[in-house]
């Protein structure tokens, strides 16, 4: 999982949106439990924003270069689908600098 440290130089700003009580936000809530020190201390420059608020669709967004901006779904998925998102959108930041 070599990319995990490859977030500060592909992303700007990483931040992950979910509902604190609703099941639909579990996953995302499970995932920033077991991921957040990890990709903080591999990425400690880099904003990782949590963002807790009722009712709302728990979503990963990305921030690159010159503001662009690339958001993902997580509504459904589980921790290794979440991780793969994560990793497709740290990809993604990779291929708008070539």
């Keep these: ?27 995302a809530r499970t995932f920033v439990e077991k991921n957040y020190k990890e990709l903080k201390t591999l990425n400690p420059k880099l904003p990782i924003l949590i963002r807790e608020s009722r009712g709302v669709e728990p979503q990963l967004w990305a921030r690159y270069d010159f503001g662009v901006e690339k958001g993902i779904r997580l ?15 740290v990809k993604a930041g990779e291929a708008l600098k070539v």
Excluded at 75 to 89: C, F, R, T, V
């Design 75 to 89: 509504d459904g998925m589980n921790g290794g689908q979440i991780s793969k998102a994560l990793e497709d959108l």
């Design 1 to 27: 999982m070599a990319w995990r440290g490859q977030l500060s130089k592909n992303l700007k700003e990483l931040r992950v949106l979910f509902c604190q009580t609703s099941p639909a936000s579990a996953e």
